[in-house]
């Protein structure tokens, strides 16, 4: 079997070819790592919307048993029947 000895500038260049690999490996964890936290965020996120539109949902009903079938005009606090 023959031995052959690289040269330094090979070396070199396989060295630049794995480090950049491992950088590559690093950024892509980091990545994901990002990924998975903004997918937690989302999911509490659903959450606070579903117990929102819930909230939307009650008041609806309250006013609805109040003052009947209407809209409301938010910016001036009045609510309008319809027949």
């Known amino acids: 079997m023959e031995k052959i000895v690289l040269t330094q500038e090979e070396l070199n ?3 630049k070819v794995s480090q950049s ?4 490996i690093e950024t892509f964890g980091f990545l994901e790592y990002q ?7 989302k ?16 008041v609806a009903k309250k006013i609805n048993e109040k003052y009947g079938e209407g809209t409301i005009n938010i910016n001036t606090g009045e609510f309008i029947k319809t027949n």
């Open 21 to 24: 690999q491992k950088n590559l």
């Open 13 to 15: 260049e396989i060295n």
């Open 35 to 41: 990924i998975q936290d903004l997918e937690l965020q």
């Open 43 to 58: 999911l509490k996120l659903v959450e606070d919307m579903k117990m929102q539109k819930s909230q939307e949902v009650e």
